[in-house]
């Protein structure tokens, strides 16, 4: 069974930094596009960040610069780097295998202005 275990949010002010962690056990981890996700208050769930199992990646516009995605596969972990942090980057931030449904608790982001 699929179960992303996130870490490392919290609460920062705005241009602050902070680095999510995200254990995935259950599936042969290397082999897997990874994708941070967030969820804004009243807002649908986005993706944020994706990492191919060759370390290619992408980040939507609005983190671009600002965001670092980057895994180690010995440790089935994928991060991801956060700085200057903005008050719209709260939300709670999910990862998980870009093409499997599971879903882990999140962790929850805050920036205050």
């Known amino acids: 069974q699929v179960q992303p275990v996130e870490s490392g949010g919290g609460l920062v002010q705005a241009g602050g930094s902070l680095r999510l962690s995200c254990e995935v056990s259950?599936?042969?981890?290397?082999?897997?596009?990874m994708a941070w996700y967030r969820q804004a208050p009243g807002k649908q769930r986005e993706l944020v960040a994706r990492?191919?199992?060759?370390?290619?990646?992408d980040y939507a516009d609005s983190v671009k610069g600002r965001f670092t995605i980057s895994r180690d596969n010995a440790k089935v972990t994928v991060y991801l780097q956060m700085n200057n942090l903005k008050p719209e980057d709260t939300g709670v931030y999910y990862c998980k295998p870009v093409v499997l449904d599971s879903w882990g608790q999140g962790t929850q982001v805050t920036v205050s202005s």
């Open positions: 259950g599936i042969n981890f290397n082999h897997y596009t």
């Open positions: 990492i191919g199992s060759g370390d290619i990646t």
